[in-house]
């Protein structure tokens, strides 16, 4: 087993010959209101236990590919892969721009959730067992992160709520949170439904809710 250990802040691989930068973060002081969300693979680690070294490869790479193309499309910036899930936010999202960024975002995860018949074709052509996937997303406060191994990170409030939430999102479908659904509730082209809520500092509930297209 190798050794590893630190020097002169970088580390070290005993044998390999190698060094690299240790791990630094610096956090902005201008915060920013942003809305966050996490697309994260169902079941995938059983799936993938199942496939083939290349296999696995192309499975990840599908998916993590469609989801980035149509987030291109709607303006939505990846922050970072998570393994199976997918870490984004919306620039336009901001106070100056806030209606045209959350219509952008909610959009965007809906055109995410369609995009599933699409993803299961190639999964299809490709010979490998279909995906599902749940979609979270929040609108809050964070603040701008970059670190020395990537260019932007969030952190705040919005990303723990996506990730605690996104559980409770339906197979293939969406959740919101309630600070999103505020800004969102009266805007005509959009239906909403009351979800489960969750339990923040063991007092408070927090409301979440579903989103489809008004067809009316």
Same mark, same amino acid.
Do not use: W
């Given at each position: 087993?190798?050794? /590893?250990?630190?020097? $002169?802040? &970088?580390?070290?691989?005993?044998?390999?010959?190698?060094? %690299?930068?240790? %791990?630094?973060?610096? @956090?902005?002081?201008?915060?920013?209101? /942003? *809305?966050?969300?996490?697309?994260?693979?169902?079941?995938?680690?059983?799936? !993938?236990?199942?496939?083939?070294?290349?296999?696995?490869?192309?499975? %990840?790479? @599908?998916?993590?590919?469609?989801?980035?193309?149509?987030?291109?499309?709607?303006?939505?910036?990846?922050?970072?892969? @998570?393994?199976?899930?997918?870490?984004?936010?919306?620039?336009?999202?901001?106070?100056?721009?806030?209606? &045209? =960024?959350?219509?952008?975002?909610?959009? *965007?995860?809906?055109?995410?959730?369609?995009?599933?018949?699409?993803?299961?074709?190639?999964?299809?052509?490709? =010979?490998?067992?279909?995906? #599902? /996937?749940?979609?979270?997303? +929040? /609108?809050? $406060?964070?603040?701008?992160?970059?670190?020395?191994?990537?260019?932007? +990170?969030? @952190? =705040?409030?919005?990303?723990?709520? *996506? !990730?605690?939430?996104?559980?409770? !999102?339906?197979? $293939?479908?969406?959740?919101?949170?309630? +600070?999103?659904?505020?800004?969102?509730?009266?805007?005509?082209? %959009?239906? &909403?439904?009351?979800?489960?809520?969750?339990?923040?500092?063991?007092?408070?509930?927090?409301?979440?809710?579903?989103?489809?297209? #008004?067809?009316?």
């Amino acid at each position: 087993m190798k050794n /590893y250990v630190s020097k $002169n802040s &970088f580390l070290t691989i005993n044998g390999d010959n190698k060094e %690299y930068p240790q %791990y630094s973060v610096t @956090i902005s002081d201008q915060q920013q209101n /942003y *809305c966050v969300g996490l697309v994260d693979m169902i079941g995938s680690t059983d799936i !993938a236990a199942k496939l083939g070294h290349a296999q696995i490869g192309t499975y %990840y790479e @599908i998916f993590l590919n469609s989801m980035s193309k149509v987030l291109a499309r709607f303006g939505g910036k990846i922050i970072k892969n @998570i393994g199976d899930c997918l870490l984004f936010f919306f620039p336009e999202s901001t106070h100056q721009n806030r209606k &045209f =960024g959350v219509m952008s975002c909610l959009e *965007c995860v809906l055109a995410m959730t369609e995009e599933h018949d699409e993803i299961k074709k190639k999964l299809r052509d490709a =010979g490998l067992p279909s995906m #599902n /996937y749940r979609i979270s997303v +929040d /609108y809050g $406060n964070v603040f701008v992160m970059k670190s020395n191994y990537s260019s932007i +990170d969030l @952190i =705040g409030t919005p990303v723990n709520i *996506c !990730a605690k939430i996104n559980h409770l !999102a339906p197979k $293939n479908g969406i959740i919101i949170g309630g +600070d999103l659904y505020e800004l969102t509730k009266k805007i005509s082209e %959009y239906d &909403f439904d009351k979800l489960k809520g969750i339990s923040i500092l063991k007092k408070k509930t927090y409301p979440t809710y579903s989103v489809r297209r #008004n067809e009316r």
